[in-house]
């Protein structure tokens, strides 16, 4: 992967931030992905090579993914990536929990029309890659879905929170949609979601988001414990 170099019209300060960005979430989905698995260590020289930076832009990309706690960078040895573990998620979920209900409340209270199309656009294309069984697609919509609803609840708190745990957990939500027939039960929990949302009920949207989200949990946690028996 070549990052390449920025734009030579920026400033020097922005293109500096520009290309520590890019290098850093490039890194970070290498991470999540499992690209690089907890214990690896990470090589400056080696990194420094794949996307054709300076080590400047690369350790200050290292020091913003310790912060968020992807690796921790240990004296003369490194970056060494610590990953999101299944004790992670779980207590992402804890907090999910809340969060996805009270997203949903605020989200009847103040959602636009704009924004109540475009969820209803979701999920008819979210209905069509379920009779594909494009998994892919499912996750990419899953996640705009609860975007939309993070974005109409109108909290800018809220949304920077939200945002984050769907980028750390996104290979255990892929992993739970991968149980069969969970798509389609997440498309018909979607609708009846969504139908809360427009008709400005807040308690039920809060109580369905909440169901969804557990549901979601339950169903990763049942597919853990299946493969650890095997």
Do not use: W
Not at 99 to 117: H, P, V, Y
Not at 162 to 185: D, E, Q, W, Y
């Amino acid at each position: 992967m070549f990052i390449g170099l920025p734009d030579r019209t920026q400033s020097g300060s922005g293109a500096k931030l520009n290309l520590r960005n890019r290098v850093f979430q490039a890194l970070e989905q290498d991470i999540l992905n499992g690209k690089y698995p907890s214990g690896t260590n990470l090589t400056e020289k080696d990194l420094c090579e794949e996307f054709g930076v300076s080590r400047t832009p690369l350790r200050e990309a290292l020091c913003q993914l310790e912060l968020e706690g992807l690796v921790e960078c240990i004296p003369n040895k490194g970056a060494v990536v610590l990953g999101v573990s299944e004790q992670d998620v779980n207590d992402i979920y804890a907090i999910k929990l809340t969060l996805e209900g009270l997203a949903a409340r605020l989200a009847a209270e103040r959602i636009t029309q704009e924004e109540l199309t475009d969820l209803e656009e979701t999920l008819n294309l979210t209905e069509f890659y379920v009779n594909k069984d494009d998994l892919n697609k499912i996750l990419e919509l899953d996640s705009r879905f609860h975007d939309v609803i993070c974005k109409a609840s109108k909290n800018r708190p809220l949304r920077s929170m939200m945002g984050s745990f769907h980028n750390f957990i996104k290979v255990a939500r892929h992993k739970s949609l991968t149980n069969p027939g969970r798509p389609s039960l997440m498309l018909e929990e979607h609708r009846k979601l969504l139908d809360a949302i427009s008709k400005g009920d807040g308690e039920l949207a809060s109580h369905l988001a909440f169901d969804h989200t557990n549901r979601v949990f339950n169903n990763l946690r049942s597919l853990n414990d299946e493969a650890e028996a095997e």
